[in-house]
């Protein structure tokens, strides 16, 4: 059994090692060309959202940055130690699907779900791939 989680390992790792924006650009084409849009079109789309997760998440890099002084400074003057930030969906979902580890929960819903459609134990294609 360790052997197989070795072998997954050892193809997967070099993959997910490009990290989320390289292997988001990868599946959303891939995937595309598999849904029959041209390979121009599914690039072009896969190249927009990397492009997409690079730029928020260089943008959440400079935002905190440029907030983290001024916390700091919020929270000597007033003595409040909050220590959770609320930063709403959109940075969080851009975490989430810039990790690698979301593709290996992708891909187990997936299989989970094909296997559940075999069976005959749904009848529901889970599409929402945003509940991962």
Known sequence: MYAIFDLIGKVFNPILDMGGPVIMLII???LALLFGVKFSKALEGGIKLAI???GIGAIIGMLNTAFSASLAKFVENT????SITDVGWAPLATI??????TLYFLLIMLIVNIVMLAMKKTDTLDVDIFDI
């Open 96 to 101: 989430t699907w810039g990790s690698a580890w």
């Open 28 to 30: 959303l084409t891939v």
């Open 79 to 82: 003595g409040i130690q909050l």
């Open 52 to 54: 997409a997760l690079t």
